[in-house]
């Protein structure tokens, strides 16, 4: 498994030079150059597609610059709402986000990937905090769903900071 530190947004859109404005819709996208992995930042109306070869892009929004942050629940919040998820067939592409969610955050390890009986594509996760085993279908949200899971989750384990 690869592993790199994702820089922090530039706030500046890499195609014109221009900086983003506060409450400003951009795009930010991850690309190999040589062995290291670069994040470049694009105002919305310089965004033309993920470059070929990408390894991740993603859309948001530009914050004000004294907007207060939000913090994440705690990790074992996180992971028991993970385990609720695992009970609820019809939120398999939530589960799958999350699990994401929790390699990043290293709440859970990637061991390896796997194929069920029907050949659907499996991530075997460790939890290092409850030495457990979890199997999570890949399942790749739709464009529609995107959006609804992003709004589930920052409901559910964001909270403003005081």
């Known amino acids: 498994m690869l592993d790199f530190a994702v820089q922090r947004c530039t706030r500046r859109c890499h ?3 221009r900086e983003l404005a506060p409450g400003e819709t ?3 996208v991850l690309v190999a150059d040589g062995a ?3 994040r470049r930042d694009y105002a919305a109306e310089a ?3 993920p470059p070929a070869g990408a390894l991740g892009w993603w859309k948001s929004q530009m914050p004000a610059p004294h907007a207060r942050k939000m913090h994440w629940a705690p990790n074992d919040v996180i992971l028991h709402y993970f385990q609720q998820l695992g009970e609820e ?3 398999t592409d939530i589960r799958y986000v999350l699990a994401l969610l929790m390699i990043r955050r290293r709440i859970m390890r990637l061991e390896q990937t796997e194929r069920d009986a029907q050949g659907q594509e499996l991530l075997v996760l460790y939890c290092p905090r409850s030495d457990v085993e979890y199997r999570v ?3 790749m949200p739709t464009a ?3 959006r609804a899971i992003q709004d589930e989750l920052a409901r559910l384990l964001y909270a403003d900071a005081e």
């Open 47 to 49: 965004w033309q597609g």
């Open 89 to 91: 067939t019809a939120e």
């Open 15 to 17: 195609a014109s030079d």
């Open 137 to 139: 279908a890949v399942v």
């Open 144 to 146: 529609e769903r995107v």
């Open 36 to 38: 290291e992995v670069t």
């Open 26 to 28: 951009f795009y930010s």
